[in-house]
Nanobody, 118 residues
Framework: QVRLVESGGGSVQAGGSLRLSCVAS?????MHWFRQAPGKEREWVAS???????TYADSVKGRFTISRDNAQNTLDLQMNSLKPEDSAMYYC???????????????WGQGTQVTVSS
């Protein structure tokens, strides 16, 4: 059972920046950020594999940067040029690899709130 603990959420004005962090209890090949706004489904934000290959949702591409430290089992999300629509609970998640691709059996953190005011 992988345990994940997020930190770094908070409130910021539109155009501002926040950095989220996540600490995992052990190494996992794939790590992800998801978010969920009130009344909406949880949506994928970004993923990073252990070789640092990254993918992003179109809505955050060019504004958010996902990174990881394999030695420390940590995951970060640098969020710049934040918009009110980025407001959500942000979740760190981890999965294994299946045939070279990130699996879909997720371990989840408890989440950290991000609020962006206009």
């Amino acid at each position: 059972q992988v345990r994940l603990v997020e930190s770094g959420g908070g409130s910021v004005q539109a155009g501002g920046s926040l950095r989220l962090s996540c600490v995992a209890s052990e190494f996992t090949p794939c790590m992800h950020w998801f978010r969920q706004a009130p009344g909406k489904e949880r949506e994928w934000v970004a993923s990073i594999k252990s070789d640092s290959a990254t993918t992003y949702a179109d809505s955050v591409k060019g504004r958010f940067t996902i990174s990881r430290d394999n030695a420390q089992n940590t995951l970060d999300l640098q969020m710049n040029s934040l918009k009110p629509e980025d407001s959500a609970m942000y979740y760190c998640a981890a999965t294994g690899l299946r045939f070279g691709y990130c699996g879909t059996n997720y371990y989840w953190g408890q989440g950290t709130q991000v609020t962006v005011s206009s």
